[in-house]
């Protein structure tokens, strides 16, 4: 028998959202493995088609990313409609995934939650950069030949989703001085109904 941690909501939508290289796969994995919930993450979709059906120009690299977050939105329909919580991470754009993503928890009476990593543009661009120029991700990215656009794409970028909910902001400028447990004690009081000052 699967306990849940609400006790008011079928299920909850735990959105880690942020700038590229703002540590938003690392806090959305442990809070998974920390909280035994299914965790979605758009690139490793997209690493997946990558792999199954190749890759080219920037343009391609757009569409299988454009076809990863449909797929994300059906996974996480998928485990809400069926009472289970979910987390999904992307660098989620507030103006195309709001809608999407506060309807996909209206539809399932879900909880949500949003967890926003932020750190200053100087900050992530040049940890993209250290990533990309050390071969750290899937060479389907392209990150290498999307550099010189990354910094000027990265400024004064909106971050939070109008999805309702409550909101945990995350100062990731500094890896090592990220308190995970404190982070996932406030997640748990939000799911249980209770508030950590």
Same mark, same amino acid.
């Given at each position: 028998?699967?306990?849940? *941690?609400t006790?008011n $909501? ?8 942020? $700038?590229?290289a703002?540590?938003?796969s690392?806090?959305?994995?442990? *809070? ?17 088609? /990558? ?5 080219? &120009? ?14 994300? #939105?059906?996974?996480?329909? @998928? ?6 919580? +979910? +987390? *999904?991470?992307? @660098? ?5 995934a709001? @809608?999407? !993503? ?22 992530? #661009?040049?940890? /993209? ?13 392209? &990150?290498?030949?999307? !550099?010189?656009g ?8 909106? !971050? ?11 100062? @990731?400028?500094? /890896?090592?001085? $990220? ?10 009081? +939000? ?7």
């Open positions: 028998m699967r306990l849940r *941690l006790k $909501l079928m299920a909850w939508l735990i959105i880690v959202t942020g $700038l590229p703002a540590g938003k690392t806090l959305a994995n442990r *809070l998974a493995e920390q909280l035994g919930i299914s965790y979605i993450s758009k690139d490793a979709i997209k690493e997946i088609l /990558f792999d199954a059906l190749g890759w080219s &120009d920037r343009q391609w690299s757009q569409r299988l990313g454009a076809a990863s977050i449909e797929l994300m #939105y059906y996974f996480a329909r @998928t485990a809400l409609m069926s009472g289970g919580s +979910i +987390i *999904l991470e992307n @660098t989620f754009r507030p103006d195309l709001s @809608t999407r !993503l506060s309807d996909l928890a209206r539809q399932a009476n879900a909880g949500t939650l949003q967890i926003i990593c932020r750190a200053s543009t100087e900050t992530v #661009y040049r940890r /993209f950069r250290q990533r990309a120029e050390a071969g750290l991700r899937h060479p389907g990215h392209l &990150d290498l030949q999307i !550099l010189d990354t910094k000027a794409a990265l400024e004064n970028r909106p !971050l939070r989703l109008d999805v309702g909910g409550d909101v945990i902001e995350v100062d @990731t400028t500094d /890896f090592s001085a $990220l308190n995970y447990e404190s982070i996932l004690a406030q997640v748990k009081a +939000i799911m249980e109904g209770s508030y950590v000052e």
